[in-house]
């Protein structure tokens, strides 16, 4: 799909696409064209049962031109913060009427700016977000059953300025795409060898790769997330990103990801109906990788390690068991209760690796890490942890302006003692009834030292069962706009 910015545009082959409030306040230039056919426009909205109201949409040919006309609802709650939302949706209503080639007049929006460049190329960023596909296994679709939408231009006076806004938010969505390509590919594709291998790619970007097999991870003490994976005939793997854009003494951001390419619960087996969605128990890691591609495809002026922990948690002959005790990289034993609550062992020793080595300003950490969280919050909010207020609010704000919201949860000593053992330092899942998410949580945060830490359970975001307007049915990549949103507005 070309997307075009350009300050005129004269081609009767283009479908203009014109945004219409509640007021019904049609293009005056437009307007005057229809009036001379002998229908106003409002009377053909009317005729159309089209009142400007989100979602609304009707078609109409003046002149020439084909025309589309969207309802945005009142121009009075629109501000940038929605425009990518307002792409995504266009995408999607321009698909439905099967249109090749559109023109996109941006000014018809009405969003107060000093310079439009901005809103054209947020508006380019959704579009380009919700028109993702993973299709590529099937060999039967017929032509017709694919978006024949394929050369978009969206005309405003700075198209320049625009174009050079649009290069730097191309490559989120190019980061977004690696993220949902390795979250949707089948588990008998993406494993802990072949996921590194993807993260190798990242090298031609200026990231540094580096990769720990399990002979080193032994050398480490990595019992937690050695034993995760031991019942598994893939080899698990840590993938190390670097990348160095701000100044040398900087101490780097520290992202670490989830990555559990297929979880079947182990010898604490899952049930059958919906296991075939654990494929996407890597998502954090999907995450941190698109992230990764993200900021080092911008430049971004920071220093930033990415660190996954990929594992397969299969129930062979040789896998971990309930009530086997496991000793961490941190020193602490633990006793594994559940083999089911496998990805806080994982995040366990790359958490105390990650402190330990790099000396962050900070660590995030993304998982899908509890069903319980869904219960909370469904797929609307991810949940928040930290044992840092000024790092929560941040993570917070960010989420509310990029629409990737999340929900703090507390931590507290209470819930802290519910994960302790009788018989090791910890155990991975408490003994009373409630609070799932929370005593996860808390669990991690015994492998975190002093340093500010998040912990963000998108459990409930990271795949989405209907279209949403950034995303079609499938992987969402909640996370990568968040994670770089966070970074330019208070790290660079």
Request: with cysteine; aromatic share 8%; proline share 3%.
């Amino acid at each position: 799909m070309k997307i075009l910015f350009e300050s005129s545009i004269n081609n009767d082959e283009l479908t203009n696409v014109v945004f219409v409030s509640e007021k019904l306040d049609f293009p005056s230039d437009l307007a005057k064209s229809a009036t001379s056919n002998g229908f106003s426009l409002p009377q053909v909205a009317k005729h159309f049962s089209f009142h400007g109201k989100k979602g609304e949409s009707f078609t109409y040919i003046i002149g020439k031109t084909f025309c589309i006309f969207i309802g945005i609802g009142k121009r009075s709650d629109l501000n940038i913060n929605h425009v990518p939302m307002l792409g995504g949706k266009t995408l999607a209503t321009l698909n439905a009427y099967k249109v090749h080639k559109t023109a996109i007049l941006i000014d018809t929006l009405g969003i107060n700016s000093s310079e439009n460049y901005d809103i054209a190329a947020n508006f380019a960023l959704g579009m380009k977000l919700r028109s993702y596909r993973f299709d590529k296994y099937k060999t039967q679709q017929k032509p017709e059953d694919k978006p024949k939408l394929n050369e978009i231009h969206i005309v405003l006076e700075h198209s320049k300025e625009a174009q050079k806004e649009w290069k730097k938010l191309e490559a989120i969505a190019d980061g977004v795409t690696v993220t949902r390509n390795l979250v949707s590919e089948p588990p008998n594709v993406i494993y802990p060898e072949s996921f590194e291998k993807k993260c190798w790619e990242l090298e031609k970007l200026g990231v540094e790769i580096e990769v720990l097999d399990e002979e080193k991870m032994h050398a480490l003490g990595m019992g937690a997330l050695l034993g995760v994976g031991q019942g598994s005939v893939r080899e698990s793997r840590v993938v190390i990103m670097q990348y160095w854009g701000g100044s040398k003494n900087s101490a780097p951001l520290a992202f670490l990801g989830k990555g559990v390419t297929f979880d079947t619960g182990g010898i604490s087996l899952k049930p059958s109906g919906g296991m075939e969605d654990m494929k996407y128990d890597m998502g954090g890691a999907g995450v941190v990788t698109g992230l990764m591609h993200t900021l080092a495809s911008r430049k971004a002026k920071v220093n930033v390690v990415g660190v996954i922990g990929l594992v397969e948690n299969m129930p062979d002959g040789n896998a971990q068991r309930p009530s086997d005790v496991v000793h961490s990289m941190s020193g602490q034993t633990i006793e594994v209760l559940n083999t089911d609550a496998e990805g806080r062992l994982v995040l366990a020793d790359i958490l105390w690796y990650t402190q330990d080595r790099f000396k962050p300003e900070f660590m995030i950490n993304l998982a899908t890490l509890t069903g319980a969280i869904t219960i909370a919050l469904g797929s609307i909010y991810a949940g928040l942890f930290s044992n840092d207020d000024e790092l929560a609010e941040k993570l917070y704000d960010t989420g509310m302006k990029t629409s990737e919201k999340l929900w703090r949860f507390p931590l507290g000593d209470e819930y802290d003692r519910m994960i302790n053992s009788e018989v090791a330092d910890m155990q991975n899942i408490s003994n009373e009834k409630g609070a799932g998410s929370i005593t996860a949580a808390q669990f991690l945060k015994r492998f975190v030292n002093d340093t500010p830490w998040a912990h963000l359970d998108i459990a409930g975001v990271t795949w989405t069962r209907k279209d949403l307007d950034l995303s079609p049915k499938g992987a969402t990549a909640f996370g990568v706009r968040l994670l770089n949103q966070l970074v330019e507005d208070y790290y660079e």
